[in-house]
């Protein structure tokens, strides 16, 4: 299933959002298939794990029904019982034997807004996204229980283009999901205001996702 | 001008992502109720001075929260304690506390209602106020401020909060927070003419209603309560408690709101019977809820399928203090299991005796999801066991640990309490011996083979309770509670997970359960010092409360350590449970002669007064002639 988060609901975060989804599921009296042994688990599935606050409009989730069920009866049943934020977009039959979803997941494109300290700024930004994408490696790095790793940000981001609006900046970038470790878009912004440097204000990056992919980006890129 | 609900929310917008769980400030949540506030006469904060994920696993306060929102004039919506992360935004950003739902200051709001579940949160409530922008003091505010009204079991003794209340509901609110209600709307209407004062008069009035101000108190030279009345004709000498006398007719939430963080509680409720008359005497739960009313089991039933197709819960809870003793509790755990355990869904008990029939029902519910068991004997010998009237046995305890052992569980939890009255070494020594005893069962058991056993034993100091059989007792000293904690330490095993309430702590809780209005200056200046979510041993700092106590001249072992005389004039003698205080006494002297009260369901009236007031509770007739025959022996 493909879904639309928004509003306040970018503020659950990825394990509440399955238990939120479970608990819809439940609801929707769909027959959903659980796990074996000491605690059973709905055999529901992710794709990726969205950023807390982050809003999305490609949240993809696999579920194995205990039961078989029309894809339109299984998009209705859940709709009525979805939070607000939380919407269907797409629903889709798939054989359950394929690989894992989280795995087939290659590449992510996300809309990034920031809102600029000072209108000068937005030039800046403008120049450093220029000079981040023809540099051959940008390395960040990122401190996580004492430990510090080091992970090469440019590697991972495939296209990073800016559109200019009213007061905000707008990037839109593909960014790879390695399964070695990957980059979030608000790193990759704060590494942007870090080459010029100006400091931006907690808040003022809004991340979206726009969609998944399957394969390495090809232009337009599949659902 | 306060801002409006479109501002708070830009604001907010800014603020959530620099605190942790921002979750617990969206509102928002599958069946949370959002009224049109043109559409009704009635604001009704309803708060709980403690962090969300907590605030929000209180049944009492679903209740309320579905009972408010039924009246077509009202609209209630939630508030919970900001945590320090939060606060700290709110107070350098401007914004005002605001409740959940429309994220409309609460300051707007007619009525703010707060749950008292523990003396530790007093402190959370007065931030409260503040984060609110009320005045503390009830006497600073007027008709435009929000009534603020509490309730809960420290309404039991609120004295020290009396300065901060407008008034007090005393017992269990689902009837009686209609009649504040109304007499808030026809307040409402009248507008302009009248005062604050006339309502809270016209509060004072209402059974069950307790409205500090109208009561004036004296102190004597000693240091005791000399004199304690009402201010004016009108205003009732003693305030009895309320409560419901047929369950099956409450109402009880059947779409309550489903949080999106895990609670402490991520369950659904159903409370399946009120009350306990175990007579635990350390209790002031099994006092203050009397008499036991149970919910029939078809109702029961019932609610279970409606509680799980409106929330979505993996897990139905059966709650009641002591859910083992509820009459058909066996054929509900069967049929409940079977009802719902084809959807995925658990059935768990929250609170089961250390029997062997407690354990043969867990391993009923343990068919869809298995959890650990926890039992609470309390004390670690058979003497202060009957000294505090928990009737259970070593041989029970033997019997139910060996069960849980020889039906797979390899994880159990014990609960004990030290520095009970009377409590001498040998009691100690009988606590670790309890713990060996359990290990040992486990072995024999296991014949040393298999998993390792997972023995988590939780040592809390006791705290003497207003409305209970020790409420004239002193709570032990802290260089003594500290030294019967090493003792303890130096003689449990170290593969036992041990944790320890803290003993300072515990010091403070027992002076606020049994203080009175003059702990209210020390309680404004401990809040002024910061003290915040003291019930969280991280944020608690005795330091702070020792220089608060010293600053206002509180003593604090007058409230913690004095042992009161019989005919002392307590700061909550006008505050009726409906357990009569001569019971209570009765129940003291049996306690230091070690004699054992049986359960009035299965043995003879123990006379406490409560059934006296009322006629005799219905509801379980279709319980009772069966239990008396297979489960006295579980008594006493």
Partial sequence: MKMAKSGDARWISHLDLMRAIERALRRAHIGVAYSQGYNPLPRL?????????????????????ARPMLSTCFRSALEKQLPPGLEVREVCEVPSTGASLAASVKVATYRVTVDLPAPGDRAALHRAAGRFMKSSSHTLSRR???????????????????????DVLEFEMDIFLDPQGTVKPEEVIAALAEMIPITLAFGAVRTHRIALHRTMIEKGGDG | MPPRPDSVADTLEKLLPRVTRPARYTGGEWNAVRKDHRMVEILFALAFPEVYEIGMSHLGSLILYDELNRREDTACERVYAPWVDMEAELRRSGLPLFALESRRPVAEFDILGISLQYEMNFTNALNLLDLARLPLLAAERHAGHPLVLAGGPCAFNPEPLA???????????????????????????????????????????????????????TYGPDGKLATFGPTGPGVPERISRRWVSDLDRAHHPQRPVVPYLETVHDRAMVEIFRGCTRGCRFCQAGAIYRPVRERSPARVRDLARCLIDATGHQELSLAALSASDYSAIEDTVRSLVDQEGGRGVGVSLPSLRADAFSVGLAQQVQRV?????????????????????????EQDLREAMESAFRNGWHAVKLYFMIGLPTEGREDLDGLVDLIREGEGVYREVTGGKGRQLKLAVSISPFVPKTHTPF??????????LEERQSYLRRRIPRR????????????????????????ARALAEVWAMGARFDSWSEQFDYRRWREAFARTGIEPAHYAERCRDRDELLPWDHLDSGVDKSFLWRERERAFAALPTPDCRWAACTGCGVCGTRAA??????????RGEDRSSASG
């Fill in chain 2, 617 to 626: 509770p219905t509801g379980e007739s279709w319980g009772k002639a069966r």
């Fill in chain 2, 471 to 480: 409420q004239w007792e002193p709570q032990c000293s802290l260089e003594e």
């Fill in chain 1, 144 to 166: 996580r229980e004492g430990k510090t790793r080091l992970v090469d940000a440019r590697r991972l981001v495939q296209r990073l283009e800016t559109r200019e609006e009213r």
């Fill in chain 1, 45 to 65: 599935s992710f794709a990726s794990a969205l950023a807390l606050g982050s809003t999305s409009e490609a949240e993809y989730f696999e579920v194995d029904l």
């Fill in chain 2, 163 to 217: 300065p901060f209340l407008d008034a007090v509901v005393l017992g269990e609110a689902e009837e009686v927070i209609h009649e504040v209600v109304d007499a808030c709307r026809e307040d409402k209407r009248r507008a302009g003419a009248r005062s604050r004062t006339d309502l809270l008069r016209q509060l004072a009035a209402i059974p069950g209603v307790y409205v500090p101000s109208l009561y004036r108190v």
């Fill in chain 2, 496 to 519: 036992v997970r041990l944790s320890w309430h803290d003993a300072h702590l515990s010091r403070v809780e027992a002076v606020f359960a049994r203080g009175d209005r003059r702990l």
């Fill in chain 2, 369 to 393: 999801r298995k959890t650990g068991l926890t039992f609470a004997p309390e004390a670690g010998t058979r003497r202060l066991r009957d000294v505090i009237n928990k009737g259970v046995t």
